[in-house]
């Protein structure tokens, strides 16, 4: 069974600077997608950026930049510039490319990133 | 475009009743709805899939009794939350999958108390 790993429960950064946040995960399969999601004290769910593991290019949006290693099984989140409106909960989430299962995420514990002015 | 809508967005509930929670998909159709579950400060726990037309599946654990999910329809499904007790207040998210999409969508949640 695949599994999510976030080791960091808890971040902070200065408004303004650079912040990594960790994402770790375990599969035996080779076509898979990854992401990262933010959830700001509305709770409503946001999608930050997608993967998909057969690119070797790592994704980026805007300030949010990935660093996909396939082979160390490492998907970080870097935040550039950091803004007071990137606090929030961070969830890492994977998803099988195998429709067996319905094509449901599976979720790591999350990182709360709190952003100091 | 890709909105979710879930109702209501807050509910208080008597101990033994039923409450329905409706989700869905404003722009699109959606072939599969998830349910998940979120206590406070944790990550969100998946309790159901459905795909329209189709019963649900259940993750292990989840009472499918206690929580009725329907797909009736390509824009609609519904979580009912039978003979609620105190135990399952929660906030409750729905997301919703298109076709051929990778991306699932996600409802804004509904806080479900229960006195």
């Known amino acids: 069974a695949q599994t999510v790993t976030q080791s960091q429960p808890e971040m902070s950064v200065q408004e303004a600077e650079t912040v990594t946040l960790s994402c770790t995960y375990d599969?035996?399969?080779?076509?898979?997608?990854l992401f990262w999601y933010k959830q700001p004290p509305s709770r409503q769910m946001i999608l930050v950026i997608r993967?998909?593991?057969?690119k070797q290019q790592n994704a980026t949006e805007n300030r949010f930049s990935v660093n996909f290693q396939k082979a160390a099984k490492s998907f970080s989140l870097k935040i550039s510039d950091s803004q007071l409106g990137d606090a929030a909960m961070y969830f890492c989430?994977?998803?099988?490319?195998?429709?067996?299962?319905?094509?449901?995420?599976?979720w790591g514990l999350g990182t709360s990133l709190a952003v100091n002015p | 475009g890709a909105v979710v809508s879930q109702h209501p967005s807050w509910v208080i509930c008597k101990s033994g009743t039923s409450v329905k929670i409706e989700c869905r998909s404003l722009?699109?159709?959606?072939?599969?709805m998830f349910w998940y579950r979120q206590f406070p400060k944790q990550s969100l726990m998946l309790m159901a899939t459905?795909?329209?037309?189709?019963?649900?599946?259940?993750e292990q654990g989840v009472e499918k009794d206690k929580f009725l999910i329907n797909h009736a329809s390509l824009t609609l499904s519904t979580l009912t939350v039978t003979s609620a007790h105190p135990e399952d207040s929660s906030f409750y998210i729905c997301?919703?999958?298109?076709?051929?999409?990778?991306?699932?969508?996600f409802g804004p949640g509904t806080r479900l108390t229960v006195l």
């Open positions: 989430a994977y998803r099988s490319d195998n429709a067996g299962n319905n094509r449901k995420l599976i």
């Open positions: 993967q998909e593991a057969y």
């Open positions: 459905s795909n329209e037309g189709s019963k649900a599946t259940y």
């Open positions: 599969t035996s399969e080779s076509d898979y997608y």
């Open positions: 997301s919703a999958r298109r076709r051929s999409y990778n991306e699932q969508f």
């Open positions: 722009d699109f159709q959606a072939t599969t």
